[in-house]
């Protein structure tokens, strides 16, 4: 199905560990984005990507890296894990900023 | 800054019932504003989308409304079944991301 993937699902990483969270689209989407949901924050924008090759901080940036590796691909990394940083993570993409988004099925991550 | 909220924070019907969603924003400079709803566990699966220029967005038994001069977007649902039980989620974009409000947990019981 066309859409928005995103590996893994879940994940348990021990504090100080890294990890990179993949994304990928085949809509040939231009934008995509890095979203992270938290009970009673709702949903904050980390990072995205308005098109191939650029990037740009979102709400909540700190402790996360991106790299928007080709169209189809927008990658999210953490260096250094912290508890903190447990969390459900939602890549999503749209055609341009001014239409509608698409999001992937979410990663489950837990920092012990 | 934009800030988005959503009444009630959860709601709980008998199945059949009309029933309606409400969201509010503070900025009425977006381009548009979307529907979402999300199942325990589960990603956002996206039900309406209305461009600023539109009024509303209908499909299925769902209809949403947009008035950018009030700041405000509702979600119809009629003839509510113990299958609408999810989050609902609106938000908002002014340009290159999302706003989201914190979601109206919707309960439908046969």
């Known amino acids: 199905n066309a859409g928005v993937t995103q590996t893994p699902k879940f994940q348990v990483l021990k504090t100080g560990q890294s990890m990179t969270l993949q994304c990928a689209q085949d809509?040939?989407?231009?934008?995509m984005y890095w979203y992270r949901q938290d009970p009673g924050m709702g949903l904050r924008l980390i990072y995205y990507?308005?098109?191939?090759?650029?990037?740009d901080k979102g709400e909540v940036p700190n402790g996360y890296n991106v790299s928007r590796l080709n169209k189809r691909e927008f990658s999210l990394r953490l260096e250094s894990a912290a508890p903190s940083q447990t969390s459900v993570y939602f890549c999503?993409?749209?055609?341009?900023?001014?239409?509608?988004?698409?999001f992937g099925s979410g990663t489950r991550l837990t920092v012990v | 800054k934009q800030e988005v909220t959503q009444i009630p924070a959860a709601l709980s019907v008998p199945e059949g019932e009309n029933l309606v969603l409400n969201c509010s924003f503070t900025d009425s400079a977006i381009y548009n504003l979307q529907w979402f709803r999300q199942d325990p566990g589960k990603g956002l699966t996206s039900l309406l989308l209305?461009?600023?220029?539109?009024r509303e967005q209908t499909s299925g038994r769902l209809n949403a409304s947009l008035d950018k001069s009030s700041g405000r977007s509702t979600l119809y649902i009629a003839a509510s079944q113990p299958g609408d039980s999810a989050t609902y989620l609106c938000?908002?974009?002014?340009?290159?991301?999302?706003?989201f409000g914190q979601g109206t947990e919707l309960s439908v019981k046969p």
């Open positions: 809509m040939n989407h231009n934008s």
């Open positions: 938000a908002v974009s002014p340009g290159g991301k999302l706003i």
């Open positions: 999503a993409s749209n055609p341009a900023y001014n239409y509608g988004y698409t």
């Open positions: 209305i461009q600023s220029s539109q």
């Open positions: 990507s308005a098109s191939e090759g650029t990037t």
